[in-house]
């Protein structure tokens, strides 16, 4: 008799950045709701990388603080701060590895506990899709990819399936980052990567027997709202409307070339397209980075700042998705902007800060509409919007028959995260009754 499945009753969603970042929260939507179409009966737990406040939930899942968040956030001194990231990172980890050797528990504090418990009861576990997995310049960073990885391995020694959910990986600043990555990512149940610049990194380092190819899940979120975006700011109807997403990225004069070069080239487009320029803000963290700070300093630098709006407030992720359904084009910065305004057919050129941007522009044949953040001149920009909208009826065409077999094949990662759990399970079985 086929024995019946085991279907999972808890998973862990882990590796969740911020709701303020409207990118972020559409990858956590996405997932949620394609878990929920897989397992129904399975409660679900969101570990944040952030803070969390107390009886916190993100679109009815209780969100609860990762290992991460208490490193990061639980002490200020950065002494003191370190000396706990690596007392919290090798006691859970000797927790794991003794519980799995003699099924004892050893003792450890409360709250690194009540995440413990979380993984003991969880059946799956499924890192939130992005692209955090890689490495950064500066001494500081170093301890990023451990602290992202260490969950990842914690999980791995409790026998836990883990499915990294539309990923990209790298770059990563050196050989011995490298090999922690490897070693860890082996071990993992499945890892789905979402462009081939990170499937060609994967192959490179060996990873090959548990990736597959996805697509990333921001495809496939579907505003629940719908907005009149003239009518609620404003905007004339005789105007082409521009969308604008910018971010803070290189340093110094670095950034400050890249800002007025998008300054200078919408500056342009007012004066030659009769363009009402709209700035909108896909990130809104309260701590570090928000897009209204660098769209104002745009702004500032432009001199037609009559034609322009910047939407001041907080709009959450299916609002942000509404906005560009209202667009006639978009120069992006922000990697899930554009991919927000493509499967609103709205075209688009995406200013790239790392390859993910070009490794999905290339899958859908748009490589003519990239341009590197540290290239972003004034005459390059200005070069591009130009072609786009003497090709605008062309690219839009183009988007309504590329867009929907893109997407439809965005909605396979669950399919292939379902088969990879259950095959995990019957492994797991076989070699309990072997």
Known sequence: ??????????????????????????????????????????????????????????????????????????????????????????????????????????????????IVRLYEQADLIVPVGGGYIRSRKGLFNRLNIPLLLHPLFFGYLLGKPTVLYSQSIGPFQNKFEKAMVVFVLKRMTLILLREDTSLALSKSLGLTHNVSRAIDAGFLLCSKDAINVRSSYHIPADRLLIGVTVRAWLKGDAQKKYEKAVAKSLDRLIETASAHIIFIPQVTASKGDDDRLISRRVQGLMNHKHAVTCISDTPDHHRIKALYDGLDMLLGTRFHSVIFSLTSHVPVVAIEYEHKTSGIMHDLGLDQWVIKIEDATTEKLTSLIRQLLEQRDTYHTYLRIRLPSYVKEARQSIVKLERSFYKANEDSHDSRAF
């Open 1 to 114: 008799m086929k024995q019946k499945r085991h279907t999972p009753k808890h998973i862990i969603i882990s590796h969740v950045y911020s709701s303020d970042n409207k990118g972020d929260a559409a990858l956590t939507s996405v997932l949620i709701s394609d878990l929920k179409s897989k397992f129904p009966d399975a409660a679900m737990t969101i570990l944040r990388l952030e803070p969390v406040k107390k009886d916190s939930f993100f679109e009815g899942v209780p969100e609860k603080p990762s290992f991460m968040s208490y490193a990061l956030n639980r002490y200020k001194n950065p002494v003191i701060k370190l000396a706990y990231t690596f007392y919290m990172i090798s006691a859970t980890l000797i927790y794991a590895a003794w519980l799995r050797a003699t099924g004892y528990h050893l003792y450890l504090p409360r709250h690194m506990y009540s």
